[in-house]
């Protein structure tokens, strides 16, 4: 698979960008929300994105197994004629096709081969073709996450952060950054219309005192109550801010905070592996830990749900991680008091 490395990654950063054209063009105009059964929304463009993306897997890597967020189901349903025209037309701008509704629903389904590989490995794709829909519904952030495992294990990922400022401390400044990472390769961000690519590292602030926190948005996906009393519990204090998707994940590998935490937003909560595999791959190859809140690895290989994890914590490095670990002990002691 080694020499493969640099198709796995072209393929993934082909398909990404083409799933930030689409996007943008969504954005261009008034984005619709058409909400799904479990009332989350989602819109044109998560299933524009998605065709978009398995297309250009399913002919690299036919073989492959993929696990993604959306099925075209609903899109039949809720989509109309309007709508239908309007995906066919985002999809074949996006990717120089002359593709029909049919083949756009087709490439949407598509689920791969799972077939093991000459050594037996098994590669399968986590794929969240938007995370962060009410991000991106709020114009706000959001990515298209792409991630491979071999062996249930993340392996490679391609984040595309096509809103997320170049420079955090300029947000008047250009945006859209593409974060890269193989096994054993380091991660990099390239700006997603051009310009230097950089290998990234996670921060190695020490001082407690400037450690800077990430959560999401929303409230719901992961208690923000907890995430102050663990900051106040460990003398974390370089600030909380939120941000909606995996852009998270790309902002701790970048250096640019030191924590990212997401408690389990309700005891009958499971991740879904394509919220989290790009994401940690990119992390760890910056030089970040993942694991859940009991500090246990993520286990990806048991099917689309991360069913034997509590929440995540992403860490800059081992001493902010075990740091952490004990503030979150000290909180949730706390809150059970
Ligand atoms: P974030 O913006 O980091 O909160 O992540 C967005 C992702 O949260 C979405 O793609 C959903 O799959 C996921 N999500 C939805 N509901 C919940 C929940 N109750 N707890 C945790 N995550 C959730
Ligand atoms: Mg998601």
């Not at 008034?30 to 989602?42: A, F, I, R």
């Not at 929303?218 to 600030?239: N, R």
């Not at 250096?255 to 760890?284: C, F, L, M």
Request: hydrophobic residues 40%.
């Amino acid at each position: 698979m080694s020499a493969e490395i640099d198709l796995v990654l072209e393929t993934a950063c082909r398909a990404g960008i083409t799933a930030a054209k689409i996007c943008r063009a969504v954005l261009s105009e008034t984005p619709e929300s058409l909400e799904k059964g479990d009332k989350s929304p989602v819109t044109l463009a998560d299933y524009g994105c998605q065709a978009a993306i398995l297309k250009e897997l399913a002919a690299a890597f036919p073989e492959h197994g993929i696990i993604a967020e959306e099925g075209s189901e609903h899109l039949r349903e809720s989509a109309g004629e309007e709508g239908a025209e309007k995906i066919v037309r985002l999809v074949n701008d996006a990717t120089g096709s002359s593709a029909d509704f049919e083949q756009v629903c087709a490439w949407i389904d598509h689920k791969g081969g799972s077939v093991p590989d000459e050594e037996g490995a098994v590669w399968t794709w986590a794929i969240d073709p938007i995370d962060g829909t009410k991000g991106f519904l709020r114009r706000d952030q959001y990515a298209v996450a792409i991630g491979l495992m071999k062996d249930g294990i993340p392996f490679a990922g391609v984040l595309v952060c096509p809103n997320l400022p170049i420079d955090l401390d300029n947000p008047d400044g250009q945006r859209g950054v593409l974060f890269c990472a193989a096994e054993g390769c380091g991660a990099t961000a390239v700006p997603v219309d051009g310009g230097e690519t950089r290998t990234i590292k996670s921060s190695g602030l020490d001082n407690a005192g400037e450690w800077r926190v990430l959560g999401s948005v929303e409230s719901a996906h992961g208690d923000p109550t907890l995430v102050v009393s663990m900051m106040e519990a460990g003398g974390v204090g370089g600030g909380f801010v939120r941000y909606d998707s995996q852009v998270k994940y790309g902002i701790v590998a970048s250096g640019e905070a030191e924590i990212y935490v997401r408690p389990r937003s309700r005891p009958d909560y499971r991740e879904n592996i394509w919220d989290h595999a790009a994401g940690t791959i990119v992390a760890q190859e910056a030089g970040a830990i993942v694991t859940d809140l009991d500090g246990r690895p993520l286990d990806f290989s048991l099917g689309p749900k991360l069913t034997e994890n509590r929440g995540v914590l992403v860490t800059a490095s081992p001493a902010v991680h075990q740091k952490v670990l004990e503030g979150l002990r000290v909180a949730e002691e706390a809150l059970v008091d």
